[in-house]
């Protein structure tokens, strides 16, 4: 079954049904002279695990309303139920529940949904709304590799320096096409791409394999976008919002705000006190 769900977050959980809650109030301590909370990776990986398979929608022209999102998804015949919940004026959390599905929204890149395009982008923990993320799926090619190496973990493995490795292309996993096998890796934008391996077995020579990335995204570390590279970016350097900008934004997060309102259950507590009311 397949729809767009609601936004309605309930408690995070493990594949297991585990909660993904810490085990303890945090104490709270001081930094720079002021209140403070500190976390440990593990902990926040912890908190971060049901949203492994997470993505961020950005609309730059406008968007849907989040129940036209909710009604695009569910016309897409996908494994699962999509998540839609809003993160701000532009961007969109979708949660995906299967890997399949997640791996189909974030490969097709660009999405229409009737006027409004929508990019995808893998959520990562240290997402931010004002950075686009360099995390992007490629297409690898492995050329003239010997044919026997098409097995799905083979691949992997092989292409593991490069990052993660997602799935084979049809052609590669059907073995009918020996030229060239195919893999969709997440690469970083941000790093070197490791463009050869070296391939052996235990007591015999081995080779190079050379790793073919095809059509690799720009990404500028400047402006934080995807899209050019640092020497082509037109970024104002002093980054100021021009004041008919800022005034469209404010009016879009106020629809926004009156939006996300609707959908709170008659009665939920509201900021001011239970319920709505003031203490």
Not at 28 to 40: D, L, N
Not at 116 to 127: A, E, G, K, L
Not at 132 to 140: D, G, I, K
Request: a positive charge.
């Amino acid at each position: 079954m397949a729809a767009g769900g609601s936004s309605t977050a309930a408690l995070p959980t493990l594949a297991d049904g585990t909660p993904c809650s810490l085990s303890a109030v945090k104490t709270a301590t001081r930094y720079k002279g002021e209140a403070a909370v500190i976390f440990s990776k593990a902990e926040v990986d912890k908190l971060a695990t049901p949203f492994r398979w997470a993505l961020v929608g950005k609309f730059s022209h406008g968007r849907p309303s989040l129940e036209g999102i909710r009604k695009f998804f569910s016309t897409l015949n996908l494994k699962d139920q999509v998540s839609v919940g809003l993160l701000d004026y532009r961007h969109v959390l979708l949660k995906c529940s299967t890997e399949q599905d997640f791996n189909r929204i974030w490969t097709r890149g660009m999405w229409q949904l009737g006027k409004y395009p929508m990019r995808v982008f893998r959520w990562t923990r240290d997402f931010h709304v004002m950075k686009e993320s360099a995390l992007a799926p490629v297409w690898a090619s492995l050329p003239a590799l010997p044919i026997h190496y098409f097995d799905k973990h083979s691949l992997f493995s092989i292409l593991a320096p490069v990052r993660k490795p997602l799935f084979l292309d049809s052609a590669t996993a059907a073995g009918t096409r020996p030229s060239v096998a195919r893999v969709c890796v997440e690469v970083d934008l941000l790093k070197p791409i490791c463009s050869r391996v070296w391939v052996a077995v235990e007591g015999e020579l081995g080779f190079w394999q050379n790793i073919v990335l095809e059509d690799t995204p720009k990404y500028c570390s400047a402006c934080w976008r995807l899209g050019h590279l640092v020497e082509e970016c037109k970024k104002d350097g002093a980054g100021v919002m021009h004041k008919g900008k800022q005034t469209l934004v404010q009016q879009q997060e106020a629809a926004d705000a009156a939006e996300v309102a609707r959908e709170i259950p008659a009665g939920a507590a509201k900021p001011g006190g239970i319920g709505g009311q003031s203490p």
